[in-house]
């Protein structure tokens, strides 16, 4: 004889969307490790004028010209006597503002285009996805250096270009999630109580696609500052003798032979930061993705 | 077949216009007056009327613009305003070295990028498959121009193995591909791994191994060649990619390509020689993407009956 046992009341808290992500996320250490570390970094960068050593541009030791790390000089001094690290402290700022603005802006007009172009269809879709095509038929880098072609060098157009550079890849990848979104009962529930196209985009597919945004923007910025830093190596974004670490490492090339230390400080700067992100963008997929609970 | 073909061949028509438009525009996007830009800064007023007339600015846009595209189509871009030689010559002794390079680093780092996710799938989680996924996050992240630096300091200044600058033997290539092809190669790996985890948990695969296939010839015939028809796709984007790293990388090694043409090109406004070398390495892009569709539509049926 079975009696029937009562199901022992759940003492676990509710599971909202939102703590199950954070329960997921809090499992990958690296994650969240390369999260604490990208925090740390925007707060160096925004206290940077402040925890600097020296002056990153008007300070010249010409006591110690090339000078290896020292209690002093915690990451050497350039062939022109400047402070390394308070040239990274300072580039990081500008790094930061350059791949975060760039792609924030890219991203918003992307989401934008792609809810568009996903929930009317036809013309709509027609005109933004050629649109996007054309963006995507200049290969990597080419657009941007297009742009900045253009506009002249500098690190504003550096950003609109980057910005314009994020745009499609955005666009798409909304608007594949909106039209998978807009079929599912939820959203016809909405329609049938007469919400309008504009009530329905915002409050009901908008949030559907967050989640995918979210990931491809940690991942994005680890690309743009890259592609920022790119820019700036090759002349066309920041200018010497501003800290940009893309700018720090093209002024270190001629010195390379008598000091490499000029050029290793930047390098690891610009690794450890995009490294830091794309963990972080990883780890952020595999809290979202719900394929990953299966395992 | 031949349909699908000439259906994604039509499809390429309007896309190549547009460009072909934006790249025409890009002259009268630019600040300042072509035709000052041309005559140089000395010029006197006539002077300038007059190279403006040799250019046909003075005509309306669209008038321009025919001049244009019957120009490009007859492989005439105009006279490079740095050189005075016509830009086709200037830009074709720059397009092999540049081509090659991508080529070379397109072969070993598809190659390399596909065996590290095959590896990392088929012994995930553990060590092999940690150390690749480290590897590739890594490649993801270290900029290419830094990645060039340090490479060509070990091997070119201080061991003295490999030259360092120029494109004169096959060893001159040797470098400059590891450093453009160490991201793509990242990207194969991590996209391959995703891919060919996906697979592994198929049906079909269960089934393989249900009737008694050595685990070799699972992973390798079922597995494989279904796991590539996604990274078939994903290598005609990374081309693209490569194209635009070239750029960066023939500046830090000097090399005498189409990528530091196009920098010096920009720092002295050389506007027709931007013009071509934008619209070149996009029509390259362009049919590159067009080869890998007709590549995945042959390996993948259902895609040409859509």
Known sequence: MNAIVAAAPSTSRVRTPWSEFWRKFMRQHVAVIAGVFVLLMVAAAILAPWIAPYDAENFYDYDRLNALPSWQHWFGVDPLGRDIFSRILMGARISLTA????????ALIGTALGLVAGYREGWWDRVIMRLCDVLFAFPGILLAIGIVAILGGGMTNVIIAVAIFSIPTFARLVRGNTLSLKHLTYVEAARSVGASGWTIVVRHIFPGTIA????YFSLRIGTSIITAASLSFIGMGAQPPTPEWGAMLNEARADMMSSPHVAIFPSIAIFVTVLAFNLLGDGLRDALDPKIDQK | MIQYL???????L?????VGILVFLFVHLLPGDPARLAAGPDATPETVALVRADLGLDKSLPEQFIRFAGGVLRGDFG????????VSTEIGERFLPTLW??????????????VIGTLSAVWRNRWPDRLGMTLAVSGISFPAFALGMVLMQIFAVQLRWLPAIGADSWRSYILPSLTLGAAVAAIMARF??????DILQEDFVRTARAKGLTETVVVLKHGLRNALIPVVTMMGLQFGFLLGGSIVVEVVFNWPGMGRLLVDAVDQRDYPVIQALVLLFSLEFILINLIVDVLYAVINPTIRYK
């Open chain 2, 79 to 86: 006279k490079s305003l740095r050189t005075k030689r016509p």
């Open chain 2, 192 to 197: 391959t791994r995703s891919s060919f985890v």
């Open chain 2, 101 to 114: 390079l991508t080529v070379a680093a397109m072969a070993w780092s598809v190659t390399i990028g596909m």
């Open chain 1, 99 to 106: 791949g975060f603005v760039s792609v924030a802006v890219g």
């Open chain 2, 6 to 12: 000439i259906k994604r061949l039509l499809g390429l």
């Open chain 1, 212 to 215: 995918a945004v979210v990931v």
């Open chain 2, 14 to 18: 309007p896309t190549l216009l547009i």
